[in-house]
């Protein structure tokens, strides 16, 4: 990760909600959005990781109702359909295994590129806050009215706690 990225790979802070130091961490790249296990910091109730900061190597835990996210910006976009110009009703799929779920999409400008060079980006709003969204993670969307035809996807950029 060091060589790649230049940072991160060293010891840094785990972080409550409010961010206040709760412990230490070895390496934000070692956690994913999610986890419960393994953080070494004990609350007496159930704790998540909620977010990770790449630029401060730092880790933040909270509650499983902090793990929910109500919109999510989508980078890299990679249309199998002409590329939305308004907004519209869809199906977005998270995870690997996970169900395509009900969310509003619209065009997203200003977004800068990633490594595959493609600058189109699009928003997304649950309609029912989900659990676990990450940036890093792909994201596919699907036709609502035609659940099984693809229209396109992209990269999780960024996230919007309920």
Request: charged share 25%.
């Given at each position: 990760l060091v060589e790649r990225r230049g940072h991160g790979a060293g010891p840094g802070e785990i972080q409550d909600l409010d961010g206040n130091a709760v412990g230490e961490h070895a390496g934000h790249h070692r956690y994913t959005?999610?986890?419960?296990?393994?953080?070494?910091t004990a609350f007496g109730y159930p704790i998540y990781v909620v977010d990770k900061d790449p630029e401060t190597n730092t880790v933040t835990v909270g509650p499983r109702d902090a793990l929910k996210t109500s919109s999510m910006t989508v980078g890299e976009a990679?249309?199998?359909?002409?590329?939305?110009?308004t907004e519209r009703r869809a199906l977005a799929q998270i995870r690997a295994h996970g169900d395509a779920c009900p969310v509003l999409i619209r065009p997203a400008d200003g977004i800068d590129g990633g490594p595959s060079g493609r600058t189109g980006a699009f928003e997304v709003a649950?309609?029912?806050?989900?659990?676990?969204?990450?940036?890093g993670q792909a994201c596919v969307l699907y036709d609502d009215a035609e659940p099984e035809v693809v229209l396109g996807g992209g990269w999780i950029r960024s996230t919007s706690r309920a």
């Amino acid at each position: 990760l060091v060589e790649r990225r230049g940072h991160g790979a060293g010891p840094g802070e785990i972080q409550d909600l409010d961010g206040n130091a709760v412990g230490e961490h070895a390496g934000h790249h070692r956690y994913t959005i999610g986890q419960r296990r393994g953080l070494g910091t004990a609350f007496g109730y159930p704790i998540y990781v909620v977010d990770k900061d790449p630029e401060t190597n730092t880790v933040t835990v909270g509650p499983r109702d902090a793990l929910k996210t109500s919109s999510m910006t989508v980078g890299e976009a990679n249309w199998l359909v002409d590329a939305p110009t308004t907004e519209r009703r869809a199906l977005a799929q998270i995870r690997a295994h996970g169900d395509a779920c009900p969310v509003l999409i619209r065009p997203a400008d200003g977004i800068d590129g990633g490594p595959s060079g493609r600058t189109g980006a699009f928003e997304v709003a649950f309609d029912e806050p989900q659990e676990g969204v990450a940036p890093g993670q792909a994201c596919v969307l699907y036709d609502d009215a035609e659940p099984e035809v693809v229209l396109g996807g992209g990269w999780i950029r960024s996230t919007s706690r309920a």
